[in-house]
């Protein structure tokens, strides 16, 4: 079965430009503020503060230290 899909590997441009695209929508739709404050209310909870914070230091590990151990 071929695809027209190419591989473009690390780095791809594709995938980049498509985030960045997005990235600017999302930047001018006006969403910003609201998704700020929201952020910021979830942050005087100290439950949700308290996850954030764990996942947080789990986004800033390396890569190889976060997968799941084989059993």
């Keep these: 079965m071929a ?35 929201k952020a910021k209310k979830s942050l005087a909870s100290k439950r949700e503060a308290a996850e954030m914070k764990k996942a947080e230091e789990i986004g800033k590990k390396p890569a190889k230290s976060r997968r799941a151990k084989k059993p």
Excluded: D, H, I, L
Excluded at 7 to 30: I, V
């Design 3 to 37: 695809t027209t899909q190419k591989n473009e590997g690390e780095g791809s441009r594709t995938a980049a430009k498509a985030y960045n695209e997005a990235t600017t929508r999302f930047a001018k739709s006006g969403k910003v503020a609201p998704a700020a404050a």
